[in-house]
């Protein structure tokens, strides 16, 4: 079997180290890039979010590879994500493109499901040797979060613009290329205080900003129009309410392991919309307001266009913005999105929290 995945954020790194260890030659499609889109906006419904359109541009480019089999998380829940491997099966299968989808879903009842699910993927190796592989390659996805999470936080203060993110790319190759456990977290330590070692502006006012919405657009950096990015140059210090590892964890894994949840965050969102609307619509209204309790300055909430249960709780941020005194802004992407449009509403959102902040300020004194 000749694997592959689609691309979301970091995680490829993940998917390789489990794959490999496992003895599967494992096919990386080739990064996303504006081919990668128009491949997938030529074989998609118009009508069909982002995130479709660039996984169909990723499948076609690793068959030209060489991959026969794609594995793929799959969704349950009132969004389009739980059919989207039917339809994306019937896109390829329209095209001639020979490709196995193996989907793994969340489990229903007992991570045993997803276990025998993985069965597809594991072929002759023990269990012993699934759960190590499970485990070296979870090691990475905190990893590569961790150095994720720092590189949004210190983006902002760095004195030489690019500095950050060349020894982010360092630490991303350097955690793919780690071959233990021990390695891996030798490696997130070297390469955050690598980051901290750098030129940067400890006492510069920055501006706080949260980051809520659909996992795909908040995960990859294309998807978004490398908006974490943008944020950092323009002054702005990140947080995203959704890391690779918190999805893994709370739906492959159930909750089992001790990392940061969204129940809490479900939870406060309950007063404003009590029922699931799909996808991370709940937790994009909790998110927010966890960051107006933290005291961030603001939050964007962004995601693909048409995305329904971003659209569903857009309706409502209105409301959070009235009672929290936060403001909102929400940005949807697709296919059209040019980057320098989207600096510009970036920049004015953070010209005004700066300003509301300098006012506050004034006020105060
Ligand atoms: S969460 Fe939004 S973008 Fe993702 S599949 Fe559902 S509707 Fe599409």
């Known amino acids: 079997m000749k694997i592959t995945f689609p691309h979301m954020g970091n995680m490829d790194i993940v998917l390789k180290a489990l794959l490999s260890e496992l003895g599967h030659e494992v096919i990386t499609p080739p990064p996303i890039t504006k081919k990668t889109l128009s491949l997938g906006v030529q074989y998609s419904p118009e009508f069909a979010c982002l995130p479709l359109k660039v996984n169909i541009g990723n499948f076609i480019e690793a068959v030209e590879k060489g991959a026969d089999t794609v594995i793929m998380a799959g969704g349950i829940g009132p969004c389009r994500f739980g059919y989207y491997n039917q339809v994306q099966r019937e896109i390829l299968k ?8 193996v989907v793994l879903e969340p489990p229903d009842q007992h991570i045993g499901e997803l276990l025998k699910r993985l069965r597809l993927i594991t072929g002759s190796n023990s269990w012993w040797k699934l759960i190590k592989a499970i485990r070296f390659s979870y090691e990475k996805c905190l990893a590569l979060d ?8 210190l983006r902002c203060r760095e004195l030489q613009r690019g500095d950050v ?8 190759k350097a955690i ?19 980051m901290q070692a750098l030129p940067l502006d400890w006492h510069k006012k920055v501006v706080k900003i949260g980051m809520v919405g659909e996992i795909y657009t908040l995960l990859e950096p294309t998807a978004s129009g490398y908006m974490e990015k943008h944020l950092g140059y323009l002054g702005a210090e990140v947080d995203r309410s959704l890391y690779l590892s918190e999805w893994v964890n709370e739906h492959l894994f159930k909750g089992l392991l001790s990392v940061k949840g969204h129940k809490e965050t479900r939870k406060l969102a309950k007063p404003y919309l009590s029922c699931v609307v799909g996808g991370h619509g709940q937790e994009s209204i909790g998110g927010a307001i966890e960051y107006a309790h933290k005291g ?16 569903v709780a857009q309706s409502i941020m209105p409301l959070i913005e009235k009672d929290y005194g936060l403001p909102v802004l929400t940005i949807y992407t697709d296919e059209q999105t040019g980057e320098a449009g989207l600096i510009t509403r970036l920049e004015a959102f953070i010209d005004m929290l700066e300003r509301k902040k300098l006012a506050i300020r004034q006020i105060d004194i």
Not at 146 to 153: G, L, P, T, V, Y
Not at 165 to 172: L, N
């Open 94 to 101: 329209d095209m001639g493109v020979q490709l196995n989808m």
């Open 146 to 153: 961790a150095i994720e999470k720092e590189a949004s936080r």
């Open 165 to 172: 993110d060349k020894v982010y790319r360092q630490g991303r």
């Open 176 to 194: 793919d290329q780690a071959r233990s456990v021990k390695e891996v977290r030798k490696k997130q330590e070297e390469y955050i205080q690598a």
């Open 296 to 311: 961030f300055d603001g939050v964007i909430q962004v995601g693909p266009l048409t995305c329904m249960p971003e659209i």
